[in-house]
């Protein structure tokens, strides 16, 4: 439905545009913040944060193990109000970890906001960008074809390649660095899959 809708409007707005001289243009952002310099920067700086995040995580979670693992060599030793004492501290502390991760990779967590705030400004830069060549170079309308609404189009009008050199242009890439883009996963927990694997950008629903 999202998607009618998008085309629709493109094709009201092309509509309107029939008799005037129309110059079009169409970029790929996908393609824009894979291979921008920028974005492997920040997906190297957000991979330290989640590093940090989850290794808190991951002692918390050694810590309860070896909790477990106490107490089962010693219950049989304990008298019930010293078992119930240490069953209230293993609780307790997985209630910790629970609140831990939730703070760091559930909904709105810091996670997701520490990706906006590098993200966020990359975003608007790429917009910027598209905006200025457009201006300059008359086009009446620039198109996404990562959206998908875009079924064909000749490339002589495809504008990626000049907005991507534009981004890139006074910037370096990170070296020894892949192109794995962390991705936020519906379980939301770092133990049971890995929290960020190689689709994150189109899973943040990027906005330009």
């Not at 070896?66 to 307790?92: A, G, H, P, W, Y």
């Not at 000749?154 to 242009?169: R, W």
Request: proline letters at 3%; charged letters at 30%; hydrophobic letters at 40%.
């Amino acid at each position: 439905m999202k998607k009618l809708c998008v085309i629709l409007a493109i094709v009201m707005a092309f509509s309107g545009l029939i008799a005037q001289n129309v110059k079009l243009g169409y970029v790929n952002t996908d393609r824009i913040l894979f291979d921008s310099n920028e974005m492997a920067e920040i997906s190297r700086l957000f991979q330290l944060d989640r590093q940090k995040w989850t290794g808190q995580i991951q002692a918390l979670d050694n810590e309860i193990q070896q909790m477990e693992r106490d107490f089962d060599v010693r219950k049989l030793t304990l008298s019930e109000n010293s078992k119930r004492e240490l069953q209230d501290q293993i609780i307790s502390k997985k209630e910790e970890a629970g609140r831990l991760l939730q703070q760091y990779f559930g909904d709105n967590g810091l996670a997701e906001q520490r990706y906006r705030e590098l993200v966020d400004p990359l975003s608007q830069k790429i917009h910027e960008i598209i905006t200025d060549i457009a201006e300059d170079e008359k086009y009446t309308m620039i198109l996404d074809v990562s959206m998908g609404v875009v079924l064909y189009a000749v490339p002589s009008i495809d504008i990626t390649e000049q907005v991507l050199q534009e981004l890139n242009k006074d910037t370096i890439r990170p070296s020894d660095f892949d192109h794995d883009f962390p991705s936020f996963p519906d379980s939301k927990d770092p133990f049971d899959s890995d929290p960020f694997g190689d689709d994150f950008k189109s899973d943040m629903d990027m906005k330009f």
